[in-house]
Nanobody, 116 residues
Framework: QVQLVESGGGVVRPGGSLELSCTAS????????MSWYRHSLSKERELVAR???????EYVESVKGRFTISRDNTKGTVYLHMNSLRPEDTAVYYC??????????WGKGTLVIVST
């Protein structure tokens, strides 16, 4: 059984920064993909960023150049560093891990609010 523990959400002003982290238990094979999704009132859940075990990354267009995903495979941890935050980044952010062959696991979510 894989368990995910997220941290790092909060309230920040537009233009500010936050870093989210998520640590996954279980075997390394269960977390080939480590990703962050978000869900807001105005948008359905979307993939924000994904990092594979071999170092490839992908981002949704709206966060390119502002967000950076990274992972520490020795700790089973994935990070999302968010810069230049905008009100439209306000959402619940969910950590997701998945093996190469499926079997996704989800965190409980952490709330990010970007507001004056």
């Amino acid at each position: 059984q894989v368990q995910l523990v997220e941290s790092g959400g909060g309230v920040v002003r537009p233009g500010g920064s936050l870093e989210l982290s998520c640590t996954a238990s279980g075997p390394a094979s269960s977390r080939y993909y480590m990703s962050w999704y978000r869900h807001s009132l105005s948008k359905e859940r979307e993939l924000v960023a994904r990092a594979t075990d071999v170092g490839t990354t992908e981002y949704v267009e709206s966060v390119k150049g502002r967000f950076t995903i990274s992972r520490d495979n020795t700790k089973g941890t994935v990070y999302l560093h968010m810069n230049s935050l905008r009100p439209e980044d306000t959402a619940v952010y969910y950590c997701n891990v998945e093996s190469r062959y499926g079997s996704p696991y989800w965190g409980k979510g952490t709330l990010v609010i970007v507001s004056t």
